[in-house]
């Protein structure tokens, strides 16, 4: 999985909603970092997320459908030419369920609308959702900014007994290799080929013979795979049980 950070608002892959808005023009639509609508007047709408009203209630928020590992904040001030409008601090709040909300540290911010300034999440925050909290700001509540994150690795695991009755190995002949298989069926598929371990979990042999078995994986798909006891020789065994755990990074 690569290491590099996932700027959310730049990517479109962090949902973003605002506190409010001065207008429709002036949403975070057009909030990402160094975005300019090329503008000649700002009278035309706003190169930024531009609240509504100047106070310390607004806020946005950047959120994933899954918790995710955010590790930085960046913002930056309005990209309209005729304005000098930015963030100068803000706190922020992060939630892992949606509901709960925890108060997180407080930055310091632009100084100027046109640096990108970077704060590091020391540790790094894991949670569903991000929110940045303005606190002061220079001629309104106004800013680009995103949050950058990096996905969380996430094991997808399918486990499973499998029971041989076939009495395909009772006799001990012909003497040499052996096998059972069978067939199974994911109850959902995987996104991608999974690895599967197969075990032993009960053997019933006769005591007169040396005991030689395996149990492996092949065949193996999104859907399934086939589940396989072997022996061989003269070994002879009246009952098998097995177990599978398939699993698959995401």
């Not at 790094?124 to 996905?151: K, N």
Request: hydrophobic fraction near 35%; charge should be neutral.
């Amino acid at each position: 999985m690569s290491t590099a950070l996932i700027p959310g608002n730049a990517y479109g892959t962090l949902n973003v909603r605002s506190s409010s808005n001065w207008s429709p023009d002036c949403s975070v639509v057009y909030s990402q970092i160094n975005y300019k609508k090329g503008n000649i007047s700002s009278a035309n709408a706003s190169s930024s997320w531009h609240a509504l009203t100047a106070d310390d209630k607004q806020w946005v928020t950047l959120s994933s459908p899954v918790p995710v590992e955010f590790h930085q904040i960046q913002t930056q001030g309005r990209g309209d030419d005729d304005l000098s409008q930015w963030v100068t601090s803000y706190k922020i709040r992060y939630t892992e369920d949606g509901v709960n909300w925890v108060d997180g540290q407080t930055f310091q911010a632009n100084t100027d609308r046109h640096t990108v300034v970077t704060n590091t999440l020391c540790p790094p925050i894991v949670a569903r959702s991000i929110a940045i909290h303005p606190l002061t700001w220079q001629g309104f509540v106004t800013m680009r900014f995103d949050a950058l994150y990096r996905p969380i690795k996430h094991t997808i695991t399918k486990t499973g007994l499998v029971i041989d009755e076939t009495q395909k190995f009772n006799s001990g002949c012909p003497i040499g290799d052996k096998y059972s298989e069978h067939v199974i069926k994911f109850d959902k598929p995987f996104p991608r080929i999974p690895e599967v371990i197969c075990a032993l979990t009960q053997i019933d042999c006769a005591q007169d013979k040396n005991l030689r078995i395996r149990v492996f994986a092949k065949d193996i798909t999104k859907e399934g795979f086939t589940f396989v006891f072997m022996t061989w020789f003269d070994t002879k065994l009246y009952g098998l049980r097995g177990s599978y755990v398939a699993t698959l990074d995401q």
